[in-house]
């Protein structure tokens, strides 16, 4: 009878649900999607409630358009003088990495142009076309808002250039990874993958398989391709297709070019995959714009300058090219007719 | 006759068929007792698929059979046969379908519906 209760048991539990918690919610103006697997219900929402609660600090913080976050608050003061202000610990730390990132990547990543962004209309939560204002775009160009203008002492920063106006759209997602990455390595959790708006970073694996990502194809409303995503690994895309206006037949995504304060036209979708490293969040986030602005002949410089081996590029007539490691990941859904290898 | 109902000590072959009896049990509960929500309709049209269609969405969907026009209607995550054009109308006394795995036929049409789940091939998209 033991033995037949024992079997029961066994049975039963085989029709157990597989031990994966999946929460979906609405931070930074985007979908948040958290996977854990491996642990009980409880701790996985535990877990995902403070990695939430983490996210909310960070983007009422840092928030760009919102005239009372902290990064808001130092605009005023760089756009004021030149008088230092106290920074949090943490907003000083992420201007030193921004500082140094925008630095190799030769200004193309540039989250010192807020009003550029502002005056495209990207500092919204609706995207709807703009006046398109040439002569005030060519003004903020002319004002070269850099990086390499905030100066930063200790907890206190101030900007040579009153044209500085952070916004951290491109870069505060990838921060948040790493910062998830840390806080569920903290709290024991062996196996994760958490999804910001497209930019996922995975931690062990799903069961006995490696966490697997769709990547969007930029014009279809599927996956074109999957990837496995080993632990510590991260994954980043920049697209003209999640944000972006038309006028005129003309589409204007929300990746403007600092060195000529326009959208980019030349390129649909930029996808890097980031081996693991501290700032392996934040490379997802930043390494593929430098990319997706660079000429078609210089992305692999553009990549290379950023540290990045693995990238796809979708190109405005929808051609592939990839690197010859990002080809070896890639598992192609719907193979594009034509592929470039670099 | 009293003495053949008396119990005795189960043999081997006893112990052999309520185990294959519980295994078959466990299988069944196993393969049928889920109620996960299904997340898309596929629907045959004679031995062809016809269409598939998310069921995430409010749509009405007529098909030309051999009998004439079957009217196929999703809406709330459900799908069902509205109206067919066969004698008995068995296909639509079925109702609304729901879970994964259902299924509806008109034979007389041969129109079929089944329920299909939401497996993807990947965790999360990156876009």
């Given at each position: 009878?033991?033995?037949?209760?024992?079997?029961?048991?066994?049975?039963?539990?085989?029709?157990?649900?597989?031990?994966?918690?999946?929460?979906?919610?609405?931070?930074?103006?985007?979908?948040?999607?958290?996977?854990?697997?491996?642990?009980?219900?409880?701790?996985?929402?535990?877990?995902?409630?403070?990695?939430?609660?983490?996210?909310?600090?960070?983007?009422?913080?840092?928030?760009?358009?919102?005239?009372?976050?902290?990064?808001?608050?130092?605009?005023?003061?760089?756009?004021?003088?030149?008088?230092?202000?106290?920074?949090?610990?943490?907003?000083?730390?992420?201007?030193?990495?921004?500082?140094?990132?925008?630095?190799?990547?030769?200004?193309?990543?540039?989250?010192?142009?807020?009003?550029?962004?502002?005056?495209?209309?990207?500092?919204?939560?609706?995207?709807?076309?703009?006046?398109?204002?040439?002569?005030?775009?060519?003004?903020?160009?002319?004002?070269?808002?850099?990086?390499?203008?905030?100066?930063?002492?200790?907890?206190?920063?101030?900007?040579?250039?009153?044209?500085?106006?952070?916004?951290?759209?491109?870069?505060?997602?990838?921060?948040?990874?790493?910062?998830?990455?840390?806080?569920?390595?903290?709290?024991?959790?062996?196996?994760?993958?958490?999804?910001?708006?497209?930019?996922?970073?995975?931690?062990?694996?799903?069961?006995?398989?490696?966490?697997?990502?769709?990547?969007?194809?930029?014009?279809?409303?599927?996956?074109?391709?999957?990837?496995?995503?080993?632990?510590?690994?991260?994954?980043?895309?920049?697209?003209?297709?999640?944000?972006?206006?038309?006028?005129?037949?003309?589409?204007?995504?929300?990746?403007?070019?600092?060195?000529?304060?326009?959208?980019?036209?030349?390129?649909?979708?930029?996808?890097?995959?980031?081996?693991?490293?501290?700032?392996?969040?934040?490379?997802?986030?930043?390494?593929?714009?430098?990319?997706?602005?660079?000429?078609?002949?210089?992305?692999?410089?553009?990549?290379?300058?950023?540290?990045?081996?693995?990238?796809?590029?979708?190109?405005?007539?929808?051609?592939?090219t990839l690197s010859a490691s990002m080809n070896q990941r890639v598992h192609w859904l719907a193979?594009?007719?034509?592929?470039?290898?670099? | 006759?009293?003495?053949?109902?008396?119990?005795?000590?189960?043999?081997?072959?006893?112990?052999?068929?309520?185990?294959?009896?519980?295994?078959?049990?466990?299988?069944?509960?196993?393969?049928?007792?889920?109620?996960?929500?299904?997340?898309?309709?596929?629907?045959?049209?004679?031995?062809?698929?016809?269409?598939?269609?998310?069921?995430?969405?409010?749509?009405?969907?007529?098909?030309?059979?051999?009998?004439?026009?079957?009217?196929?209607?999703?809406?709330?995550?459900?799908?069902?046969?509205?109206?067919?054009?066969?004698?008995?109308?068995?296909?639509?006394?079925?109702?609304?379908?729901?879970?994964?795995?259902?299924?509806?036929?008109?034979?007389?049409?041969?129109?079929?519906?089944?329920?299909?789940?939401?497996?993807?091939?990947?965790?999360?998209?990156?876009?």
């Open positions: 009878m033991r033995f037949l209760v024992l079997f029961f048991a066994l049975i039963l539990s085989a029709c157990g649900k597989e031990p994966l918690v999946q929460t979906k919610s609405y931070v930074f103006g985007t979908l948040v999607d958290i996977s854990i697997y491996g642990e009980t219900e409880d701790k996985a929402h535990e877990v995902t409630s403070h990695i939430l609660q983490d996210f909310q600090r960070l983007h009422h913080q840092y928030h760009a358009w919102q005239s009372d976050s902290e990064l808001s608050k130092l605009n005023q003061s760089f756009a004021s003088g030149k008088t230092p202000v106290e920074i949090s610990p943490e907003l000083a730390q992420m201007l030193g990495q921004a500082q140094v990132l925008s630095k190799e990547s030769q200004g193309l990543f540039n989250p010192a142009i807020g009003s550029l962004i502002g005056a495209w209309g990207f500092q919204r939560d609706e995207f709807t076309p703009v006046e398109i204002n040439d002569l005030a775009i060519q003004k903020l160009v002319q004002s070269n808002p850099q990086m390499s203008d905030i100066v930063i002492k200790g907890n206190t920063a101030f900007s040579k250039n009153p044209a500085v106006k952070l916004d951290l759209g491109g870069y505060a997602k990838g921060y948040a990874l790493d910062l998830a990455l840390a806080e569920l390595q903290k709290q024991g959790v062996k196996n994760s993958l958490v999804n910001i708006g497209g930019n996922i970073i995975a931690l062990g694996q799903h069961g006995d398989k490696p966490w697997r990502v769709g990547i969007q194809h930029p014009r279809l409303p599927k996956p074109m391709a999957t990837v496995d995503l080993q632990s510590g690994w991260a994954i980043g895309t920049s697209g003209d297709y999640q944000r972006y206006f038309e006028q005129a037949g003309k589409r204007y995504c929300h990746i403007i070019d600092p060195r000529v304060g326009y959208p980019a036209q030349g390129t649909q979708a930029v996808t890097v995959l980031i081996p693991p490293n501290p700032q392996a969040g934040v490379l997802s986030d930043v390494a593929s714009k430098p990319i997706f602005l660079s000429a078609p002949d210089q992305r692999g410089n553009a990549a290379k300058a950023m540290g990045v081996e693995h990238y796809l590029v979708v190109d405005a007539e929808g051609k592939v193979k594009p007719e034509k592929i470039t290898v670099q | 006759m009293v003495s053949a109902l008396k119990w005795s000590k189960p043999l081997l072959g006893d112990v052999l068929v309520i185990l294959v009896g519980l295994i078959f049990v466990g299988c069944l509960f196993k393969s049928l007792w889920h109620n996960e929500q299904a997340a898309k309709l596929q629907i045959r049209l004679g031995d062809k698929i016809y269409a598939t269609y998310s069921l995430d969405q409010k749509r009405k969907i007529d098909i030309q059979g051999s009998l004439g026009v079957t009217r196929i209607v999703i809406a709330n995550g459900k799908a069902r046969f509205a109206s067919s054009p066969c004698p008995n109308q068995y296909c639509v006394h079925q109702g609304w379908l729901s879970h994964k795995g259902q299924a509806a036929i008109c034979l007389p049409n041969q129109v079929s519906l089944e329920l299909l789940g939401a497996k993807k091939p990947f965790d999360s998209l990156n876009y």
